[in-house]
């Protein structure tokens, strides 16, 4: 869902201490607020209703606000202290997703497909009350894995709405085991209730950007997000030989 009134930019109080910070939908190329070669993207999936606006929400104001307007696609900003560097965060909220009978068994808007190319890490989210948006999952991550076909997905599964134990149609091992085919970590949150698990399962997924990140110096890889990047050649070795191979042309046609 969106959050009310974003459509403009926010001011709201971080609390608990992490000050004053934007809540604020920013373009999708900003060109301000913005550590070079250090954004990290994120994309919040999963099906209708498992609060994945009250997710963001929670991470980035440490507030649960009940009642939110129907999700159009916000985009969140924040800067965030990693390993004690500085990442600026992009949170991409998405219209849910819906499974549906056709081969690829996902109804996926365009907008959550542009979402999930241009994201590097993904949080899936369920609702451990309703076992149908936990179906929805592994069909989801095949859909962004046809999107970026190669290499490692950061990605992070949540099981949401974990103050509802009563209500539970999933059960904290199927998740665990989802998680791991999926090649992620499993957090149980509750949006409702708790800050910090929302806090640990967003800074975990950062991490993991980050350290897919490392292999390339934290440049953005476009087009090929999970692809190693090959390794440079030697260019002051490459210069020196091509120096070499035109002086002694120049050589051998001064001698002629
Ligand atoms: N009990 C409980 N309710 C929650 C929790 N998280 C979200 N909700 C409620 O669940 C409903 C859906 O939350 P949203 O954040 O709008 O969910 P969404 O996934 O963004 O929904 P869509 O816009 O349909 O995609 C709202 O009424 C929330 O107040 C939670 O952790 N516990």
Redesign the pocket.
């Known amino acids: 869902?969106?959050l009310a009134g974003d459509s403009a930019p926010v001011t709201m109080s971080g609390g608990g201490g992490s000050g004053n910070f934007l809540l604020v939908p920013i373009p999708e190329f900003p060109l301000l607020d913005c550590v070079p070669n250090k954004t990290v993207k994120i994309v919040v999936l999963?099906?209708?209703?498992?609060?994945?606006?009250?997710?963001i929400?929670r991470f980035l104001t440490k507030r649960?606000i009940?009642?939110?307007e129907?999700?159009t696609g916000a985009l969140y900003s924040r800067k965030v202290t990693l390993d004690g560097e500085e990442v600026s965060l992009q949170i991409q909220?998405?219209?849910?997703v819906a499974l549906q009978d056709d081969p690829e068994g996902l109804y996926c808007q365009e907008q959550i497909n542009r979402s999930i190319y241009w994201a590097d890490g993904y949080v899936l989210?369920f609702?451990i009350t309703d076992h149908n948006s936990y179906r929805t999952i592994q069909p989801l991550y095949q859909h962004v894995r046809r999107i970026h076909p190669s290499g490692n997905i950061p990605v992070i599964l949540v099981g949401?709405?974990?103050?509802?134990l009563r209500a539970r149609q999933v059960p904290a091992d199927e998740g665990e085991t989802l998680a791991a085919s999926l090649g992620g970590v499993y957090f149980e949150?509750?949006?409702?209730?708790n800050h910090e698990g929302v806090h640990a399962a967003f800074l975990h997924l950062c991490q993991e950007v980050i350290r897919a990140f490392g292999g390339s110096n934290g440049e953005k890889r476009r087009g090929g997000l999970h692809l190693a990047r090959p390794k440079s050649p030697n260019m002051q070795e490459l210069k020196r030989r091509f120096r070499q191979v035109l002086s002694s042309k120049v050589k051998s046609a001064t001698t002629i």
């Not at 949401?160 to 509802?164: M, Q």
């Not at 949150?189 to 209730?193: K, Q, V």
């Open positions: 869902m969106r999963g099906a209708s209703n498992v609060g994945k606006t009250a997710l929400v649960f009940g009642d939110y129907a999700n909220d998405t219209p849910c989210v609702s949401n709405k974990s103050d509802l949150a509750s949006a409702r209730e």
